[in-house]
């Protein structure tokens, strides 16, 4: 039997699994899914756990393709990373295509490149089913903090152009970044038009709506506290009934820490923290990005920002690597935010949050069948916004028994464990990360 033993369930920092965080995203929602906790026993094809961006992908895909699928979330739908992120649109992966290159060879790299597009079209024909498109704005900076790597982003620009016919990069230098982000801290970059920035609760439900819509049972504040094989399928447990399903996906993400083995060996949990100002008056707005873009930065530990559309600035920053969140999750935020921006020193801010995610090794998401029947998708390694509706989707079909070739490159993709296994992984991959934070420093 696997069991799950660590949803947080209220903890610091706004992680009761009962609601929400206290996040700008949450305030700015207007309705929440009716998706009623699981109070019965019930029998379907199959059973999706975890209610993010994954789980919700592939029970809109199942649900699409006519199979009966329920999906359970241990708190409210989006109540994960999916509904807590920098809402940043990335194009690719998180390694570049070089370094893909490198390891998977020139076909395999153009194939991963055009599964990239093909996800962020996907997104498309997500944002299509809400009326606003979930608040999506084009545009992502690359900003470099250090003037040496300038050079560097624009041989990238380059060769995205040159090699792999990429137009929507465009090299930024010192001049052209200064105009579009306010702060002193950047000496140039690039700017991908392909890429932007979105409200990602919206699409969380947005997703969950049309999963719903399409015959998808969904149920909210439905924990599985235990995973077990039976007799052709899976017997998923929950407080208060007990689902059994042909095939089971662990969409867990970075927040069940023992419910598969074979995932969370494959992943580090890292929390990354959030905060909203108030409402800046709008040509303060303006001189801090003047395009409406998103901006990420080169740091180990990235800086993201942008403005939301009431003109708050939304600022990512600060990483820690335990299972706790600070309590003061401003004081967290406040200080990266006020290096960027010496501006804003002492600026109001309304909301801060933190959000956990499962880094892979090579930081490439991953699929396994760990057991018959027994799927999990995973890894995305900070890049989830627009690859894990499209990986959801590619297991769903996958599990549906149709062909899939997005599901089957992923599925070749080396999917490594830590060293250390589910315990051990922590002590030295939490000091290398620091190393590498430390870094960013100087
Ligand atoms: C602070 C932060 C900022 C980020 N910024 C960006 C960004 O700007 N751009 C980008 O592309 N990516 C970003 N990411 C990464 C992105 O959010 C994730 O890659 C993506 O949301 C992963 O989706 P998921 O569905 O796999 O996991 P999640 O969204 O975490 O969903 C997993 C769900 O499973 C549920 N669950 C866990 N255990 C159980 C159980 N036993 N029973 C039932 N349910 C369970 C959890 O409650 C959770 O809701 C960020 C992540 C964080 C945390």
Not at 16 to 37: E, G, K, L, N, V
Not at 140 to 164: C, E, K, N, Y
Not at 235 to 240: E, G, I, L
Not at 330 to 350: E, S, T
Request: include cysteine; aromatic fraction near 8%; proline fraction near 6%.
């Amino acid at each position: 039997m696997l069991k799950s033993r660590s949803i947080e369930r209220a903890g610091p920092g706004g992680c009761d699994i009962r609601h929400f965080p206290r996040s700008y995203y949450a305030a700015t929602i207007d309705q929440t899914i009716d998706a009623p906790a699981l109070q019965h026993d019930a029998i379907t094809d199959h059973c999706v756990i975890g209610g993010g961006f994954t789980g919700l992908g592939a029970a809109l895909a199942l649900a699409r393709a006519g199979q009966s699928v329920r999906l359970v979330e241990a708190g409210p739908i989006g109540w994960g990373a999916s509904g807590r992120n920098g809402g940043q649109v990335h194009v690719g992966w998180q390694q570049d295509l070089p370094w893909l290159e490198r390891r998977l060879g020139h076909a395999a790299t153009s194939a991963m490149w055009q599964a990239a597009l093909a996800a962020r079209a996907h997104l498309d024909t997500l944002l299509d089913l809400c009326d606003d498109r979930c608040d999506y704005r084009p545009g992502l900076i690359h900003a470099d903090h250090r003037p040496g790597a300038v050079a560097q982003t624009h041989a990238h620009v380059a060769m995205m152009r040159d090699t792999w016919g990429y137009r929507s990069l465009t090299a930024l230098d010192r001049d052209g970044l200064r105009a579009a982000v306010g702060s002193p801290d950047y000496h140039g970059g690039s700017i991908d038009m392909l890429g932007g920035h979105l409200h990602p609760l919206k699409l969380a439900m947005t997703m969950a709506r049309a999963a719903q819509s399409a015959g998808a049972v969904i149920h909210a504040h439905t924990a599985c506290t235990a995973l077990t094989r039976t007799t052709g399928g899976w017997c998923v447990t929950t407080p208060h009934g007990v689902i059994r399903a042909g095939r089971v996906l662990d969409a867990t993400g970075a927040y069940a820490r023992a419910l598969v083995g074979e995932t969370q060996s494959r992943i580090l949990p890292i929390n990354n923290y959030i905060a909203t100002t108030a409402p800046l008056d709008p040509a303060i707005a303006q001189g801090l990005i003047a395009n409406g873009a998103a901006v990420s930065d080169a740091r180990f530990v990235v800086y993201y920002f942008r403005m939301t559309p009431d003109h708050r600035l939304l600022f990512g920053g600060g990483e820690t690597y335990g299972t706790r969140m600070p309590r003061d999750l401003a004081g967290v935020v406040r200080p990266h935010l006020q290096r960027i921006f010496p501006q804003l020193a002492g600026v109001a801010i309304d909301h801060a949050w933190g959000g956990t995610l499962a880094i892979s090794p090579n930081r490439l998401p991953f699929v396994i069948e760990p057991q018959p029947g027994l799927y999990a998708a995973n890894g995305f390694s900070g890049v989830g916004v627009v690859l894990a509706p499209w990986l959801g989707d590619a297991v769903g079909r996958a599990m549906a028994g149709e062909a899939n070739p997005g599901y089957d490159l992923v599925r070749r993709l080396p999917a490594p464990r830590f060293p250390g296994g589910v315990w051990l992984r922590w002590p030295t991959q939490a000091l290398a990360m620091r190393f590498m934070a430390l870094r960013d420093r100087f």
